[in-house]
């Protein structure tokens, strides 16, 4: 009995460091401290960005200051070309996913600013 109570106490130091996580990738989410507050300022900075947008805006200038979208979509209806940046600006679901819904939604028209927000987007499929 000595010896397995020397065995156990000895191989303790051993397993105490010893960490296996499984995750699908909330725990970045959940366990990295900073990375909450990184999306939140992300969200944060893409809103000031869009509410100080002035329609007729060049959808180059937009993209150069706003960055990559989160989501796009491009559509050519009636001979004009509609480009459509979708930016994350409000999470709704905290599964780590990104969805359509935490975004809003940027609707150029040949280029220019025409709208922001889902009503603009959804007047382009419900005409």
């Known amino acids: 009995m ?3 109570m020397l065995v ?3 191989s303790a130091p051993l397993l105490t460091g010893c960490v296996i996580a499984v995750s699908d990738g909330e ?3 959940h366990w990295a401290g900073d ?12 809103r000031e960005i869009i509410a ?8 180059q200038m937009v993209l ?3 960055h990559t979208p989160n989501f796009t979509e ?5 001979g004009n070309v509609y480009q459509v940046l979708f930016y994350a600006t409000h999470s709704i679901h905290s599964d780590g996913k990104m969805t359509k819904d935490e975004c809003t939604p940027l609707v150029f028209e040949n280029d220019k ?11 382009l499929s419900g005409e």
């Open 27 to 29: 725990a970045e989410t």
């Open 64 to 66: 150069n200051r706003l």
């Open 52 to 59: 100080n947008l002035a329609l007729d805006s060049n959808y």
């Open 8 to 10: 156990a106490a000895l």
């Open 2 to 4: 000595k010896k397995l």
């Open 35 to 46: 990375s909450s507050t990184s999306w939140q300022k992300q969200h944060k900075n893409n």
């Open 113 to 123: 600013l025409i709208g922001v927000g889902d009503t603009i987007y959804q007047s």
């Open 74 to 78: 491009l559509l050519k209806k009636d």
